[in-house]
């Protein structure tokens, strides 16, 4: 049995190393493929494994049908948009991802992100703070609690929408104020932070129409995927409003655009780093590897998101 991790963006050494120890523990052998910089080296690698670990990497069709062998790919950290799912099902693929992993590094992001955008990103002038001011959590799931948590730490007011969490008592109990629908988390939130996975209800949803919802001193973080947010909104919203702030994990297309017209308000990181950190590289990596040998040993498919 071989086990493949392949990475553009490597997972740190440390976390390889532990990898491949639980990998080769379990009496299967190990295969790394890092930094490659084109799809050709990962057909190829993808060849002769059984299972396939990777972070971002786009798992195309191309991709599956090049890993003949393959029966199990896991993507290590939350959103799996990167994997042809429909792909993999009609190959009997089963696809895993790692909820919760690295949840909180990108938690920490966010706030930080909020931080430095209310500092003008650290051009000169008057910056504000975060106590006392209204945080908008769009999606509850594990990255949104944290977020939520931290922006309660900071004495913020936190509101949240989830359209897949009716129950208000899954907010109440962590202090996060149920919005009533998501134009009103918008209309409420001074700062609103997304954490929707991408797909296709998710892209371009957070449009004009929202945005221009938000109160004097607005600020979008987005710690999610570049493509909920639609460009063409945010263009004009930038235009429209010299108050909006948007700082982002994922640059979007504009983004030279938006840094060279709004220094003070717009800030992108120059590669995505929300999980770049050495304990979610740590925790993603191995709960990979030991779902990989779960499945094989005994069958668990508890994180299957292709069921
Ligand atoms: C995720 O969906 O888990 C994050 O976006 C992390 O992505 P990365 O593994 O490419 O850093």
């Known amino acids: 049995m071989k ?27 190990f295969a790394l493929l890092e930094k490659y910089e084109d799809v050709a080296q990962f057909k190829e690698a993808v060849k002769d494994a059984d299972a396939l670990i990777v972070r971002s990497d786009k798992v195309t069709p191309e991709i599956v049908e090049a890993g003949e062998k393959l029966k199990i790919v896991v993507r290590a950290g939350a959103g799996y948009d990167n994997v042809d799912l429909a792909k993999c099902t ?58 939520a948590k931290c922006g309660k730490a900071l004495g913020m007011t936190v509101y949240a929408f989830d359209p897949f969490i009716k129950d208000h008592a899954v907010y109440e109990k962590d202090g996060v104020i149920p919005a009533e629908s998501v134009e009103d988390l918008y209309v409420k939130s001074k700062f609103v932070s997304l954490h929707m ?34 460009e063409e909104s945010l263009k004009k919203i930038f235009a429209e409003r010299a108050d909006f702030r948007y700082a982002t994990d994922v640059a979007p297309a504009c983004a030279e655009e938006l840094k060279k017209e709004y220094p003070s308000r717009f800030f992108a990181t120059p590669k995505k780093m929300g999980a770049e950190t050495a304990e979610a590289n740590m925790n993603a990596g191995i709960a990979a590897a030991n779902q990989i040998v779960g499945f094989f040993k005994e069958g668990i498919t508890k994180f299957q998101v292709n069921k």
């Open 90 to 147: 009609e190959k009997k693929i089963v696809v895993m991802n790692t909820p919760g992993q690295n949840s909180n590094a990108v938690a920490e992001l966010a706030v930080g992100l909020m931080i430095s955008v209310s500092r003008n990103c650290f051009t000169p002038g008057t910056g504000s703070e975060l106590k006392g001011k209204t945080l908008g959590i769009h999606a509850y799931g594990n990255v949104g609690k944290l977020v």
């Open 197 to 230: 996975p991408a797909n296709e209800q998710t892209k371009n949803s957070i449009n004009y129409d929202l945005l221009s919802k938000m109160p004097k001193g607005a600020t979008l973080i987005n710690t999610a995927r570049k493509e909920v947010v639609d």
């Open 3 to 29: 086990v493949l991790v392949a990475t553009v963006k490597p997972f740190s050494k440390e976390a390889v190393a532990e990898i491949k120890k639980v990998v080769e523990g379990a009496g299967y052998e």
